[in-house]
Structures are given as structure tokens and as C-alpha cells.
């Protein structure tokens, strides 16, 4: 029998049992066994072991396209010498995720500009490479989504489609006002969401101003701050935007002017 036929039939047979790597790489790895002098079992557990890490890989990369990011933020990424009143050491807590398995509440509170969707996005991708369902909404696309399900009359629906996330980023709160129809869906949401499962909420407003967001209906806000702030991690950020004051020091003529140096002075 020519060697030609054994590696069809791997690639046919890999093919039909959706085993890519066994279809398409057998043979270089087949090769690579020979030249290690190594046996058809270990032969046999490499080709497997790469076969499960693709698998691992894309099923990671479909978690976090369903996530909906704005944008790929890590946590290595950000600069934490520069946000100085951030809790740093709760962060990474968060990041190993315990939080989520106790369906716990992040609140992240401070100005614009100050990282606050930064780290909802970084925790949001620790969470989806330890194999947990996410979703990034901004509370704007959320509302729109919710009236849309309701008029639609499939609002049920996209509540237990939110109920099976294992944790729900909602960016932005007190970035618009919502009328009384809209606060109502957030309202109720959000209040069940904190039974169901992890949630994160950034906003630039105090708590005191939550009255503004949900149509001055302070017995709502009061309502809703209660269950949230029941068993949650605040996260605080101060001072001015990061990127505001990356290019202040940069034009103040650039001598490694790092943003946290500007806070200081
Ligand atoms: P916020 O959501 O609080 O308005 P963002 O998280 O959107 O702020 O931050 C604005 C921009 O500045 C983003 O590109 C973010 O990555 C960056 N940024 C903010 N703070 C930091 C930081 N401490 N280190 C690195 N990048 C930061
Ligand atoms: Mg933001």
C-alpha cells in the first residue's frame, strides 16, 4: 500500500468526524514522531492535544465575538500607576472571577475618560477565556433593544436570552435620560438581572444623580440602589480623562511625560 493512501483516508476520515487538525496535519505530525523517535501513542495524544487546543481557541474567539466589545481592552493594557484611586488589588480579584459564580454586582463610578469601560471590557474578556457566557451592552442599545423586543411582543424571549449570560456589562448609565416607559424596562432588568447573575454598570454619575437617569422617579432609584449596591464591588476612578491628559503632556513638549505625572502635579 503507497503512503499516499493511509494519509487520504486520515484526511477523508478527519474530514467527516470535524477533526481538522487530524485531517489536515497528520502527516507533518506523523513526520515529526519519526524524526523524535517517538511512538504511535505519543504520536497519537500530540495530534489530540492540538486538536483540542484549536478547538479551545475558536470556541474562545466565538465567546468574545458574542460579547459584542467595543473594543478588545486587556487589562496589561492599562496604566493603573495613572488612575491611582482605582482599586487595583479588587481588580485583579474580579479578573479571577469569583464574583461571577456568586452573581455579584461591579459598579464602576467616575468622570469620563477615566477607564471605566477599559476595565468592564477587560474583566468581560477574563470572563469569556474562563469559559463564561458575556454580553457588552450600553444601557442606550440596551433600552433600544428591550422597547424593540416589547412592541415585537417577544420581550420574555430576550429576558431569558440575558437570564442564561453569565455576566451582563452595562456601559454608560447616566449618559441619557430615559422617559418613564424606558426607566420602567431598565428598572425591571436590571432588578432581576441581580438574582440571575453577575453584572457590571459604569457610570459617570453619583449615586446621588441616579434620579436623573430613571425619570426623576426617585422611589425607583432608591428601589434599584438598594438591589444593586446589595452585594456589590465599587470600583471608583477620579480625576480627568487619560487620553486628555496624554496629550497635554505630550504637547507641553513631550519629555516621558506619563499621565500619571500630570495628576500628581
Ligand atoms: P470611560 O469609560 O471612563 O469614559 P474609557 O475606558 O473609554 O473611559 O477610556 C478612554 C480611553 O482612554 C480608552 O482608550 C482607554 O483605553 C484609555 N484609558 C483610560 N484610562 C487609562 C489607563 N489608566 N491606562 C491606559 N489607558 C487608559
Ligand atoms: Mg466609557
Not at 18 to 33: D, G, I, T, Y
Not at 184 to 205: E, P
Amino acid at each position: 500500500m503507497s503512503a499516499l493512501v493511509p494519509e487520504l483516508l486520515v484526511r477523508a476520515h478527519g474530514r467527516r468526524l470535524k477533526l481538522p487538525v487530524v485531517a489536515n496535519q497528520a502527516a507533518r505530525f506523523a513526520e515529526e514522531a519519526a524524526t523524535a523517535g517517538h511512538g504511535p501513542l505519543e504520536f497519537l495524544a500530540a495530534l489530540l492535544s492540538a486538536e483540542v487546543a484549536g478547538r479551545d481557541a475558536n470556541v474562545e474567539r466565538s465567546r468574545i465575538a458574542a460579547a459584542r466589545f467595543p473594543e478588545q481592552k486587556e487589562l496589561s493594557e492599562f496604566d493603573f500607576a495613572a488612575q491611582g484611586s482605582l482599586n487595583a488589588p479588587l481588580v485583579a480579584e474580579l479578573a479571577r472571577g469569583a464574583y461571577l459564580g456568586r452573581r455579584e454586582t461591579v459598579l464602576a463610578v467616575g468622570p469620563p475618560g477615566t477607564g471605566k469601560t477599559h476595565i468592564a471590557t477587560a474583566l468581560g474578556l477574563a470572563a469569556c477565556r474562563m469559559g463564561r457566557r458575556v454580553r457588552f451592552v450600553t444601557v442606550a442599545g440596551l433600552v433600544t433593544e428591550l422597547a424593540e423586543a416589547q412592541a415585537e411582543h417577544r420581550l420574555s424571549k430576550l429576558e431569558a436570552a440575558l437570564d442564561r449570560l453569565d455576566l451582563l456589562i452595562c456601559d454608560e448609565l447616566g449618559f441619557v435620560r430615559l422617559d418613564p416607559d424606558q426607566s420602567q424596562l431598565l428598572f425591571t432588568l436590571l432588578a432581576h438581572r441581580y438574582t440571575r447573575g453577575a453584572l457590571i454598570v459604569t457610570s459617570n454619575l453619583e449615586f446621588a444623580d441616579w434620579t436623573t437617569v430613571f425619570a426623576g422617579d426617585e422611589r425607583l432609584t432608591a428601589a434599584l440602589l438598594d438591589r444593586l449596591t446589595h452585594r456589590c464591588h465599587l470600583l471608583e476612578f477620579r480625576g480627568s480623562s487619560y487620553r486628555f491628559r496624554q496629550s497635554l503632556a505630550a504637547r507641553e513638549g513631550g519629555h516621558g511625560g506619563a499621565p500619571g505625572d500630570v495628576t500628581a502635579s
